[in-house]
């Protein structure tokens, strides 16, 4: 047994925590959309065709908001496919993922899928293979009242009011060199400007993200985010981050600190940002929209041999295991601590791709990344505080100095509770650590995922990787050995 200390004081406020940090992502791929969310016919689905047993795990999780409709896809879709009349819809391939998209699912099926479980659309536009043109005819169909081509098409397809969509992406991964249209920094600079400037003249009440790099290792890293914030500064909101976990070495002690990884990444595009605020002379702060973070690597080689040209493969179909859920854990504590910049984040993806919810033909599940997801999501709201950790550290092949502890801390003051998330790395030991707080508290309950081999697994058939609810006591707490654990208090 090791032991430690956590320090919680009120006043160690980062920020409060904007809920779109609780986003997630669907895309048109593999079995997101169709059989995903969309599937008439089957027995569990409603009138409008979207799976039920789907829509009550998702409103579990309750997002607040949900990245659409690509990822890659986006750069080469039209959305005027996706809308309108069923029997107008054309077929089309799909570059992005090779397969052939049916445009039975569009915005209008997104909308009425969202209305049911409580969410909102954040709205990619394709500046891939399209430009500020469509981007700008998008956003009047979408948002202006009435009295247009664009916007009374929309009431023509049923839809009288304006959908009202906040949160746009100005394209995805555009320094990709597998992206439909990928661009130089300067050639996405300019786009991204041009449309940014069309879109706000139309609705200047919306918030625009611009793609930063896909990952912190692209050869771009850097001068891709300084080229883009130079350009677009004044008409953007919110840079876009994205990177995915995986631990192909089968190596625990540093898969598991690679939310350190993830927290140098985010540091190093705030400072990024603040280095072209302080260019510019001006107090207008850029913040962070880390629109698709995950693991994903159990598909990367079996995916590769997937036909083209199908409909919704199984693709992109990850297994997580228990080692996954932990570093998810991880990933959300490192979120939560940098609250203060990012302000929006999407777990890519929702469902069966990448996903915390998988279903088939017979029902729907959850798979081991739910449930960090959800604590944090159902636990996680209000202001978010730094904690003073005390513990043991050890070095892994990656990553040296990684303390056994990770912790971050939430005050929901409607609610009068405070949350602590705490992850223990230890593999070996368990960790009891003496927690200390600034004020008065009532021990609630404690939360945790622990016991499980770290590859254990939830099937359609058997889901046994599941959080337990353990008595909390005041004082001190024992955290077993590679544990996700959720403290939760009274004040
Ligand atoms: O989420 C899967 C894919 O990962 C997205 O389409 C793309 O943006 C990223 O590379």
């Known amino acids: 047994m090791k032991?430690?200390?956590v320090s919680i004081n009120f006043r160690n406020e980062i920020s409060k925590i904007d809920k779109r940090i609780y986003g997630s992502f669907i895309e048109h791929l593999g079995r997101a959309v169709y059989e995903g969310i969309y599937q008439p016919g089957n027995p569990n689905s409603d009138e409008d065709g979207f799976r039920k047993d789907v829509i009550e795990l998702v409103k579990k999780l309750n997002v607040p908001i949900v990245r659409y409709p690509g990822g890659n896809f986006v750069s080469g879709y039209n959305w005027e496919d996706g809308v309108g009349p069923k029997e107008n819809r054309p077929v089309k391939l799909d570059l992005a993922?090779?397969?052939?998209?049916?445009?039975?699912?569009?915005?209008?099926?997104?909308?009425k899928w969202l209305e049911k479980v409580g969410s909102e659309m954040m709205m990619a536009v394709n500046l891939g293979t399209r430009g500020p043109d469509e981007a700008r005819n998008l956003l009047e169909y979408a948002n202006f009242p009435g009295g247009t081509y664009w916007s009374d098409l929309r009431r023509s397809h049923g839809k009288e009011k304006p959908y009202g969509i906040h949160t746009w992406c100005l394209g995805n991964e555009m320094d990709g060199p597998w992206q439909m249209g990928h661009k130089t920094a300067y050639e996405y600079a300019r786009t991204a400007t041009e449309t940014a400037k069309l879109m706000k003249w139309i609705d200047p009440s919306i918030e625009l993200v611009a793609c930063g790099s896909s990952n912190f290792k692209m050869p771009t890293f850097g001068e891709w985010e300084h080229t883009v914030l130079r350009e677009a500064y004044e008409h953007i909101d919110y840079i876009s981050m994205h990177e995915y976990y995986g631990n192909k070495a089968n190596d625990t002690p540093s898969y598991l600190a690679e939310n350190i990884g993830m927290d140098r990444f985010i540091k190093a595009v705030i400072a990024i940002c603040d280095m072209v605020k302080a260019e510019k002379k001006t107090d207008k702060t850029i913040n962070i929209s880390f629109d698709e973070w995950n693991v994903w690597y159990h598909t990367k080689e079996s995916d590769e041999l997937i036909e083209h040209w199908g409909r919704a493969p199984h693709r992109l179909e990850d297994v997580y295991n228990f080692e996954d859920a932990l570093l998810v854990g991880g990933l959300l504590i490192t979120l939560l601590k940098n609250s203060d910049r990012v302000k929006i984040a999407c777990l890519a993806q929702l469902v069966n791709v990448i996903a915390p919810i998988m279903s088939n033909d017979e029902t729907a599940w959850a798979q081991t990344i739910f449930y960090p997801f959800f604590h944090c999501s159902e636990y996680g709201r209000g202001t978010a505080l730094d904690v003073d950790v005390c513990c043991e550290t050890y070095d892994s092949n990656k990553y040296k100095g990684v303390p056994y502890i990770d912790s971050v801390a939430v005050r929901n003051d409607e609610k009068r509770e405070v949350t602590v998330f705490v992850l223990n790395r230890s593999l070996d030991d368990d960790i009891e650590v003496a927690l200390d707080f600034s004020e008065n508290v009532k021990p609630i309950e404690h939360i945790t995922?622990?016991?499980?081999?770290?590859?254990?697994?939830?099937?359609?058939?058997?889901c046994k990787v599941v959080p337990s609810s353990r008595e909390l006591k005041e004082g001190s707490v024992k955290l077993d050995k590679a544990s996700w654990n959720v403290l939760r208090y009274k004040f």
Not at 454 to 461: F, G, I, Q, S, W
């Open 3 to 5: 032991n430690a200390a």
């Open 97 to 111: 993922w090779f397969t052939t998209e049916t445009n039975e699912f569009g915005m209008q099926e997104f909308d």
């Open 449 to 462: 995922m622990a016991g499980f081999g770290l590859k254990d697994t939830n099937t359609a058939t058997s």
